[in-house]
DNA sequence: TATTTAAGGATAATCATTATGGATTTTAAA
DNA sequence: TTTAAAATCCATAATGATTATCCTTAAATA
């Protein structure tokens, strides 16, 4: 939280508590929230908070390089503080994603690579947690 | 095609010409539409079919499983009438979405994956395609 | 051909996200 | 401390994709 703060002196964003309550609860979050998610938590602490706040915040810190932005629920974004290189997992069931840091060899063949400039990866694990396998 | 009409037929869906288009023009597709995409081609032969048909006959193809529905692309939905287990590349400035068929060895291990019942995984893969690497 | 039932199409509704604009707050300078 | 400029807040409107509704039309089947 430190350094997102750092960053947004460096390039004249300004610390409003809002963005400040923001920060907090992204940190070190695992639980890859949505906006509304986000928005539900923080109007506990600032009842007048409005979405577009929320979603200029996190664009704002997607700018910065400081959050990633999920495409892995078709009805939603999802945000990850993560920023380093990993996968997730993700229960079709409840859509929990989870985190997996673990590195994989994916090397895609020239033949089948063509002359595209490959910049990165990101694998999708779909699965059952263990709440829902539960549950059936 | 003909095992889509087969599919419908057997399960009291009607084949209508606007459904035919829609199978005739997903067949061996490997663009990776989105609805807006066949919305506008299907019209060309019939510029009455409203968006609403080509959401349910997607709709009703992805229930038959003879459709995947890509969650790649953040603006839209992609659709993928290749439902064997295969990985994308896309091109993060012109969207474009290329197969990968390749095997790639991406087990979880156990103590990342703890009691997750494991059911598949999609590589995504992120460059840039030859045209708009030459663009810049 | 008649009957049944699903599908088509126009359009409204919904939901997530983005844009706008005036009031307020922060920051820096005077 | 006062002032001014810039950034942010939030209410709200706009947008764009997707889904729902409802009435008319057409496909299937006997
Ligand atoms: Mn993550
Ligand atoms: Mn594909
Ligand atoms: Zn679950
Ligand atoms: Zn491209």
Redesign the interface.
């Known amino acids: 939280m430190d350094f997102k703060m750092k960053k947004f002196r460096d390039i004249n964003l300004k610390l409003t508590p809002q963005r400040l309550a923001i920060f907090e609860y992204l940190d070190d979050n695992k639980s890859h929230p949505s906006a509304e998610d986000i928005y539900l938590e923080i109007r506990k602490k600032y009842p007048t908070i409005s979405f577009a706040t929320v979603y200029k915040t996190l664009e704002a810190l997607k700018k910065q390089g400081l959050l990633l932005?999920l495409?892995?629920?078709?009805e939603r974004?999802r945000y990850d503080p993560g920023t380093e290189h990993h996968h997730h997992?993700i229960?079709?069931d409840c859509k929990k994603i989870?985190d997996?840091?673990?590195d994989?060899?994916?090397d895609?063949?020239e033949d089948?690579?063509?002359?595209?400039?490959?910049?990165?990866?990101?694998?999708?694990?779909?699965?059952?947690?263990?709440e829902c396998?539960k549950k059936g």
């Open positions: 932005e495409t892995i629920d078709p974004r997992l229960c079709i989870v997996i840091h673990a994989f060899r994916v895609v063949p089948a690579k063509g002359s595209f400039e490959m910049l990165g990866n990101h694998i999708e694990f779909y699965g059952l947690c263990p396998k």
